[in-house]
C-alpha cells in the first residue's frame, strides 16, 4: 500500500482523504502493518485536527471501579452493580472492575492470546479483518475510521461472548482458550 506521509505544518490543497482512508482499511494490514512496513512519517489520516479535545482538560487519577463481590448473591446488589456499570459508562467510558472471579492466570493468558494475535504475520490477521459488526470475532482498525475527524493510531478486535459464546474453532487459534471461554461468557448472562 503506497501511504502519504504527512508534514503537520504543510498544507496539500489536493490531499484525499476518503482515498487514503479507503487503501488503508483495504489493505487489511492496519496500524500494526504500517509499523512493520516500516513508514517513518505518520500519514495525515492519523493527525488529530488542532483543539479537537480542548486545551486545560485534567485526568484526576480517579477511574471508576466496579466492585462485583454479591452480584450473583444479591438483588440489591446487583441492581447498585447495574447503576455503577450505567453510570461510569456513561460518565467515563470505562471503568475497572474488581472481583470478577476471573482467575489472575485466565487474564494473563488473555493478554497473552491478544500479544500473540497481532504479532501474527498480516496476512493471517487479514482474514479476520471485517467492518461487519454482529459477527462473532472482529478485527479492524479505527471502528470509526470513515466517520471520525481523524483515524486513531490502533487496532482492534472484539468477541461477542454474550448472549451466546462462539464457537471457540471460529477464533483465531491465539485467542482461544479452552476450559475458560464459558465460564467469562457465563458472567454476562447472570
Same mark, same amino acid.
Given at each position: 500500500?503506497?501511504?502519504?506521509?504527512?508534514?503537520?505544518?504543510?498544507?496539500?490543497?489536493?490531499?484525499?482523504?476518503?482515498?487514503?482512508?479507503?487503501?488503508?482499511?483495504?489493505?487489511?494490514?492496519?496500524?500494526?502493518?504500517?509499523?512493520?512496513?516500516?513508514?517513518?512519517?505518520?500519514?495525515?489520516?492519523?493527525?488529530?485536527?488542532?483543539?479537537?479535545?480542548?486545551?486545560?482538560?485534567?485526568?484526576?487519577?480517579? #477511574? !471508576?471501579?466496579?466492585? @462485583?463481590?454479591?452480584?450473583?448473591?444479591?438483588?440489591? $446488589?446487583?441492581?447498585?452493580?447495574? &447503576? =455503577? %456499570? +450505567?453510570?461510569?459508562?456513561?460518565?467515563?467510558?470505562?471503568?475497572?472492575?474488581?472481583?470478577?472471579? #476471573? !482467575?489472575?492466570?485466565? @487474564?494473563?493468558?488473555?493478554?497473552?492470546?491478544?500479544? $500473540?494475535?497481532?504479532?501474527?504475520? &498480516? =496476512? %493471517? +490477521?487479514?482474514?479476520?479483518?471485517?467492518?461487519?459488526?454482529?459477527?462473532?470475532?472482529?478485527?479492524?482498525?479505527?471502528?470509526?475510521?470513515?466517520?471520525?475527524?481523524?483515524?486513531?493510531?490502533?487496532?482492534?478486535?472484539?468477541?461477542?461472548?454474550?448472549?451466546?459464546?462462539?464457537?471457540?474453532?471460529?477464533?483465531?487459534?491465539?485467542?482461544?482458550?479452552?476450559?475458560?471461554?464459558?465460564?467469562?461468557?457465563?458472567?454476562?448472562?447472570?
Amino acid at each position: 500500500m503506497a501511504t502519504s506521509v504527512c508534514d503537520p505544518n504543510t498544507v496539500e490543497s489536493n490531499y484525499d482523504r476518503l482515498s487514503e482512508i479507503k487503501a488503508f482499511d483495504e489493505s487489511k494490514a492496519g496500524v500494526k502493518g504500517l509499523v512493520d512496513a516500516g513508514i517513518s512519517k505518520i500519514p495525515k489520516m492519523f493527525i488529530q485536527p488542532p483543539d479537537i479535545y480542548g486545551r486545560g482538560s485534567t485526568f484526576n487519577g480517579k #477511574i !471508576p471501579t466496579i466492585d @462485583l463481590d454479591g452480584v450473583d448473591r444479591d438483588s440489591v $446488589r446487583r441492581n447498585k452493580i447495574v &447503576t =455503577e %456499570v +450505567k453510570d461510569a459508562s456513561e460518565k467515563w467510558g470505562f471503568f475497572q472492575v474488581v472481583n470478577h472471579g #476471573i !482467575p489472575l492466570g485466565v @487474564l494473563e493468558e488473555m493478554m497473552n492470546g491478544v500479544h $500473540r494475535f497481532f504479532e501474527q504475520d &498480516t =496476512e %493471517v +490477521k487479514k482474514e479476520f479483518y471485517t467492518r461487519q459488526s454482529g459477527k462473532p470475532f472482529v478485527y479492524n482498525s479505527n471502528f470509526d475510521l470513515y466517520t471520525g475527524p481523524a483515524a486513531n493510531w490502533r487496532d482492534t478486535f472484539a468477541c461477542l461472548m454474550a448472549p451466546n459464546p462462539p464457537d471457540p474453532e471460529i477464533l483465531p487459534p491465539p485467542c482461544r482458550y479452552g476450559p475458560y471461554l464459558p465460564k467469562i461468557a457465563c458472567i454476562w448472562q447472570s
